[in-house]
Nanobody, 124 residues
């Protein structure tokens, strides 16, 4: 069983930055891939970024590529999402997720455990 807790969300002006954290419990953290997803009001949950079990390989949605950076610290059981140059369209609830595999995926169905989400609001 894996439990995930996101933090770091908040209100920021367009062009600003935020860093989200996802703290994971469970001894399997170091051997699984992880990802970030987001859900804006009235929209479906969508993929944002993913990272493999070592942190050596990452993948991003086109909408965030070049602005967001996903990383992980396996010694601390924490995953991060550094978000720069934020835009109003980045406003959403951000969720971290664990996939029971060493390689990442980009679809919701590929992930087995989810956090409760953290709200990110970007004002124009």
């Amino acid at each position: 069983q894996v439990q995930l807790v996101e933090s770091g969300g908040g209100l920021v002006q367009a062009g600003g930055s935020l860093r989200l954290s996802c703290a994971a419990s469970g001894r399997t953290f170091r051997s699984v891939a992880m990802g970030w997803f987001r859900q804006a009001p009235g929209k479906e949950r969508e993929f944002v970024a993913a990272i493999n079990w070592t942190g050596g390989s990452t993948y991003y949605a086109d909408s965030v590529k070049g602005r967001f950076t996903i990383s992980r610290d396996n010694a601390k059981n924490i995953m991060y999402l550094q978000m720069n140059s934020l835009k109003p369209e980045d406003t959403a609830v951000y969720y971290c997720a664990v996939r029971s595999s060493r390689t990442y995926g980009s679809s919701i169905a590929e992930y087995d455990y989810w956090g409760q989400g953290t709200q990110v609001t970007v004002s124009s």
